[in-house]
C-alpha cells in the first residue's frame, strides 16, 4: 500500500464505513468538499469533527526576493486556506 490514501481508496473506506456504494460515497465526499469549498469562498470556519479547524488567512502584501536572480519582488497580500489540527488528532498521529 503507498504511503499516500488515493481518491479510489479513500472513497472504497467512506462507503465501508457508511454501508453505501462507492457511487453513493462518490456524491457525499463531492458534496462534503463543495460545502466546505463555499464556507471558506464565504470567510466562514469551518469545524471538521475531532479532526480541527479549516478556515482562511489573511496574509499581507511584502517585499521577496526573485530566486532566479535574487532581485527585490512585490509580494501581493492574498488570503489563503487554513488548517488546525485538533489535540485529538495532534495526540492519534504522535
Known sequence: ????????EFKKAVAEKLNIKQVEAEKV???V?????DALVEG????????GKLGTVEKAA???R??????EIQIE??????????????????
Open 29 to 31: 465526499i463531492a458534496g
Open 44 to 51: 466562514k470556519k469551518v469545524p471538521l469533527g475531532g479532526l
Open 62 to 64: 511584502r517585499k521577496g
Open 77 to 94: 497580500a492574498k488570503t489563503a486556506p487554513k488548517f488546525k489540527a485538533s489535540e485529538h488528532l495532534k495526540e492519534l498521529v504522535k
Open 66 to 71: 526573485n530566486p532566479q536572480d535574487g532581485s
Open 1 to 8: 500500500m503507498s504511503v499516500n490514501m488515493k481518491k479510489d
Open 33 to 37: 468538499f463543495e460545502t466546505v469549498e
